[in-house]
C-alpha cells in the first residue's frame, strides 16, 4: 500500500489508525471493516469523538512514529508564539516548536535520557504574551505492526505551578516568622540559640574566641510610659538598625525580648576588639532622635563575657553577660563591663537584698522617721519630711541609697512609695485628730514613681483613703527628675497641683533647670542642696549660688528651704539672706515617731494651738 502524503496523515482532524490506549487495543483502524457491523458504527462514533476531544483540550499532543516523525498534532500548537502556521505539516519535532527548545527536544528524542516518568516543565509563550509552564511526558507503546511508537503530551500546569510557589512563598514566610522577631525583623531567641549553638561548635573545633554581648536599653520603660507602647516600638525599631549597622555580617544579633538585644562578635583576638564594637554601639544609641514630635536621647547598659574564659556553654556565657550588664547598670548606666567572677558574688547578695526587700514591703515591715523643717524666723515646725526606714534583722540599718535603687530597678517603687505615701498620710492625721500640728507632711517622689501613668489618680486616692486635708501634703521630686522631660513633667505637675496640694523641687542647684521652664512649674518651693550649705560660711561660691537660688525663688513668689544646716553660724547667715526655711542635724535629724513625739514635748519646745516651736 503507498504511503500516504505527510500532509495528509497528519493534518489534525483524526486520531491517528496506530495510536493505542494503554490497554493495547486499537482506538481506531485506518480501514474500516466492511461487515457494517454495528460495532463498528460505535468504534467510528468513538473515534470521532476522541479526535474531537484531543483537539479542543488545553493539552499538547504529538505522535511519533519509530523513526521519530511526525505522525499527528493536535491544535494546541495555534495557541504557542512562535509556531509557524503550517505547523501541521512539519515532519519532526526541531521544525514543530518554537526557537530555543532545541536541546529539551534533543532529550525527548533520547529515549535512553528521557524520564518518561518524570517528564520536563518547558515554559511557552502564548500569543497572547502570557507564559505558561508545561509538564511534557514521553510514553512508548508497541503498535499493531510491533513498531514502537511514541506519545508526547504537554499539559499546561501553570495554575498548578502557582499555587506550588505561592504555597512555598507562605511557607518560607511562616519558617521566617518562627525565627524572626516581627517588630524588629531581627532574628528571635529561637533562631539565636540555633546559631551561637553552631557558634560554639565552630569555636570547640577550631580553638577560636568570641564574645557575647547583652545589651539593655536604660529607662525604657519611661518611654513606654510616657509616650506610649508605639514609640517604644518605635525606638526598639532604631536600635535594631543601630545595631545592624555596626556590625560586620559575620556578627549575629537578635533580639531576646523586651528591650534585650545579644550580640555574637566571632573572631575576636582582644578585649579592645570588643570594646571598639561596644563603644561605636552606646555612642549611636546615645545620639538624641525624635519619637512622636518628642527629641529623646536613649542609653542602654552592656555586659559582655567571652568564650571559653567565661563559660563553656550558651547558658553559662548568657548569664555572666547578664551579670555583667547588671554591673553596668548599678554603675550608672550608659556603660560597658566585662564579666568577672567576683560580680557573682555581688549579684548573689543583691537577689537577695531584692528578695528581702519584696517580703518586707509586703509584710509593711519599713519605718518612717521624720526629719523637722523650721521657719527661721520664728522657730515653729512648719513642715516634717518623711523619710523611710529599712531596719534588717540581719543586716541592721540599711540605707535608703541602697535599696532605693534596688526597688526602681526592680518595679518594687511603686508599692514602696505607695506605702511611704499612705503610711505618712495616715500618721499626719492621726497627729492632726490628736490636736498637734506640724504644718505640713513632705514625701519625696522617685524619678520612676514620678512617671508613673496617672499616678496623681493614685496620690488622691490616698487621701481619700487617710482623709487628709490636700493642704497638709507636700510632695518633693528632684530638680532633674522634673528636667529629665520637661514637658511631661509639667503636665503631671498641674494634676497634681490641681489637687491641691503643695510642690517642691529639691535637690536644686544639682541640675540644670531652665529658667523659662521653672516659670511653668506649678511648684510652690525651692530647696537648695545640701551640698551648698556646707561651707556657705567659708566658700564663696557655695554663697553666691544659695544667694542666687534664695533671690531666684523671691523672684518667683517661691518659699525657700536650704538642706543639710548643721551649725548656728550657717542659719544666721541663711536668715541675712532671706531664707524661709530650713532643715538639718542642727535641729533635729531624721526622728521615729516615738522620738518626735518625745521632742515635741519635751522642753526644748513648746505648744499651742497654732503648733509646735523649736526652742533652741
Known sequence: MPKT????????????SKVAVAGGSSVVQKQ???????????????????????MELPVFVCVLNSQ???????????????????YRYRNDLVSLFPAGYEEHIAGLHAEDDFEAAKGVDLNFRHKDHTTHNYHVVKLRHRID????????VGVDVTAHRQAEHSLRDHKSRLDYMVYHDPLTGLANRSLFYDRISKVLSRAEHTGDNFALVLIDLDRFKNVNDSLGHDAGDALLKIVAEVLSEELRETDSVARLGGDEFVVVLEGVRSISDVELVAGRILNRLALPTRLQGHEITSTASIGISFYPRDGDSIDQLLKHADIAMYRAKSAGKNRYEFFLKEMKTTLVDSLLLENELRRCIENEEMHLHYQPQIDLRTGRIVGLEALVRWQHAERGMISPMDFIPLAEDTGLIEPLGEWVLKHACERFQAWLMSGLNFGKIAVNLSTKQFRLRRFEQTVMSILMETRLAPQYLELEITESSAMENAEEAIHMLNCLSKLGLSLAIDDFGTGYSSLAYLRRFPINKLKIDRSF?????EDGSDSAIAKSIIDLAHNLKLDVLAEGVEHLDQSHWLLSKGCNQVQGFYYSKPLPEAQLLALVNSDRAERDSAGVRLLL
Open 145 to 152: 505492526t510491533g513498531e514502537i511508537w511514541y506519545l508526547i
Open 533 to 537: 550649705v556646707n561651707d556657705i560660711d
Open 68 to 86: 521519530g516523525d511526525i505522525e499527528y498534532v493536535n491544535n494546541r500548537f495555534d495557541v504557542f508564539e512562535g509556531v509557524s502556521r503550517d
Open 5 to 16: 502524503p505527510r500532509n495528509k496523515r497528519h493534518a489534525g482532524h483524526g486520531v491517528p
Open 32 to 54: 474500516a471493516v466492511n461487515d457494517g457491523s454495528k460495532g463498528n458504527d460505535v468504534r467510528a462514533c468513538l473515534n470521532s469523538a476522541l479526535a474531537g476531544l484531543l
